[in-house]
């Protein structure tokens, strides 16, 4: 591979830069220096985007590696910039005019889903005020090449009351110049370096004692590196670290994370973490509300058992004692991975405290994929308040706890003890509803019976060639089956020669379900009392 033999007194290799007039375009310095076969200087660049011209070799010679076969191209001097400081993104933010694009991005969504202007009223007085840069509390520098501080005494002189700073998309990457920032601006809460690729090594940085949010989406930053961050932000709450490629929490002095003593919230969305491991070497963290794994390659959940326990605490049996896995976390987001069994979503009962879940886009919250439907999950986790983002009411759980016994109870029959087994809650619910096993003739004296009584169903037409035709509500048998409903909508709406297809909508669940097996009942589907059935055409 061919050295740079010439120096660039504005470019170095390692460098971060942007193109010319475009601070969204941004990429690393790889090479400096001649190109045979083309005269004067020219400079290398791997961009972040990926969309370039070739690898980094030309008519046959390398003179660095890209990241990708079309991510570097070679570019002259003046059409790159190597940004500018924080104070001079201020100046430009903050004191000068906005410019036409600025104010064309200033626009809400109508119900329609059009944009529509959005004038601020008193705009130049809004302006006088961001210009004093004296009372600015909140700042936002995104995308605007930043690539240093400036002069490190002049910032705190010049916003000293700044406490959220968003850097975003920028082309800082020494970890001493987010000290330098930091370390001038004593009020400053919130922090986001996210789009910054920073350097591995990690110094130059003093005590953030007032850093309470910090979001590194984006940044290349591994959990090493969290570990030799973690004694700078004693009075972190909220940490944000997406799209990091993160697979593995490595602690640095024993089997779990120890100290973040205030942390509330820790974000390890979209990262590549496969193994559940992992995630308990965090459940030590005691202040843990908040833990958001959406997006990562987990293929099932698990709570500590015994054994797990003292591989983790290394058979230290005092702190086993006082040890309560994720003592406090009220909120597992674990959307968009590939769990796919029962057991892991019936473990999540086993966290003391939580009460939101998010399963949704798993093979076993996917009906669609043989997953089960909203109304089961509600029922199998019974602390879970919010699933999915949406509430779980008090009604809407009395509902699907009772569909659910419905559900099991159709299936007794098959493999009694078996069926037990894999529903774990059915006998406590079936005692909370005073529910009997017994499946005695409609009309039978005592209790209510799973079997008797008519359901009250809403059926709607929505199929395009079926045209509009209103909601009609019908009493069925709960055991009415699929393909007798589907025979009995024909009749209701007067359809000719179309073939109708039934959907379940569930209220908090996105999609509806489709209805595939004619062979079973309503009440084998765990179809309840004022059930809304959507009818279709085949397509």
């Known amino acids: 591979m061919q050295e740079s033999i010439e120096s660039n007194p504005e470019f170095r290799v390692g460098q971060r830069v942007h193109a010319a007039g475009d601070p969204r375009r941004i990429g690393a310095v790889k090479y400096v220096g001649p190109i045979h076969g083309y005269s004067g200087t020219w400079v290398g660049v791997d961009w972040d985007d990926g969309d370039a011209k070739h690898d980094g070799s030309i008519n046959g010679v390398r003179y660095f590696r890209a990241r990708s076969d079309r991510s570097g191209s070679f570019v002259r001097a003046h059409n790159l910039s190597a940004g500018i400081s924080l104070l001079q993104a201020l100046e430009l933010r903050y004191r000068g005019e906005s410019t036409k694009e600025e104010e064309d991005e200033m626009y809400v969504l109508s119900a329609s889903n059009k944009r529509v202007s959005v004038q601020l009223l008193g705009k130049d007085k809004i302006q006088h005020k961001l210009s004093q840069f004296e009372e600015l509390t909140s700042a936002s520098v995104s995308y605007m090449g930043v690539s240093t501080p400036g002069v490190p005494c002049h910032i705190g002189t010049i916003v000293p009351k700044l406490k959220d700073l968003d850097l975003t998309g920028n082309l800082l990457s020494e970890w001493k110049d987010v000290g330098t920032i930091c370390g001038q601006l004593p009020a400053l809460a919130a922090l986001n370096i996210s789009n910054n690729l920073m350097l591995l090594e990690i110094c130059g940085l003093p005590q953030l004692k007032a850093i309470h949010i910090l979001v590194m989406n984006n940044t290349g930053i ?30 640095s002095s024993s089997f779990v994370v120890r100290g973040f003593d205030s942390l509330r919230l820790l974000n390890l969305e979209d990262n590549c973490i496969a193994e559940w491991d992992e995630i308990l070497k965090l459940s030590w963290l005691r202040s843990l509300e908040q833990l958001h794994l959406n997006k990562n390659n987990l293929n099932r959940i698990y709570y500590l058992d015994n054994d797990r326990m003292d591989e983790l605490l290394g058979g230290n049996e005092s702190q086993k ?29 086993a966290f003391p405290k939580l009460v939101d879940i998010r399963l949704s886009g798993n093979p076993v919250a996917d009906p669609g994929q043989g997953g089960i439907p ?24 009395k509902d699907s706890e009772i569909r659910y016994i419905r559900l099991v109870m159709s299936k007794l029959h098959e493999n009694p003890e078996e069926i037990k087994q894999l529903h774990p809650r059915y006998a406590e619910l079936k005692i909370s509803h005073g529910i009997e096993d017994e499946r005695p003739s409609v009309g039978a004296a005592g209790p209510q019976k799973m079997a008797s009584g008519l ?24 055991t009415t089956t699929v393909g007798k409903l589907k025979i009995l909508c024909e009749s209701f709406f007067k359809l000719k020669s179309v073939k109708p297809k039934l959907f379940l909508q569930e209220e908090g669940s996105p999609l509806p379900i489709l209805l595939q097996d004619e062979m079973a009942s309503l009440m084998d589907l765990g179809i309840g009392n004022e059930s809304i059935i959507l009818l279709n055409e085949e397509s």
């Open 374 to 397: 909203r109304f089961v999950l509600i029922a199998r986790l019974s602390k879970v308040e919010i699933l999915n983002g949406s509430e779980v009411r008090p009604r809407d759980r």
């Open 321 to 349: 004692e006082s040890y309560t896995p994720f003592e406090n976390l009220r909120s597992l987001l674990l959307g968009g991975n590939n769990i796919m069994d029962l057991a892991s979503v019936d473990s999540l009962n």
């Open 455 to 478: 359901l009250s169903i809403t059926l709607k037409c929505v199929g395009a060639s079926i045209g509009e035709k209103p909601p009609l509500t019908k009493k069925l048998p709960a």
């Open 222 to 251: 591994n959990w090493s590196q969290i570990e030799i961050l973690k004694d700078s932000l004693p009075s972190i709450e909220e940490l944000h670290l997406m799209g990091n490629n993160i697979s593995t929490i490595q602690p």
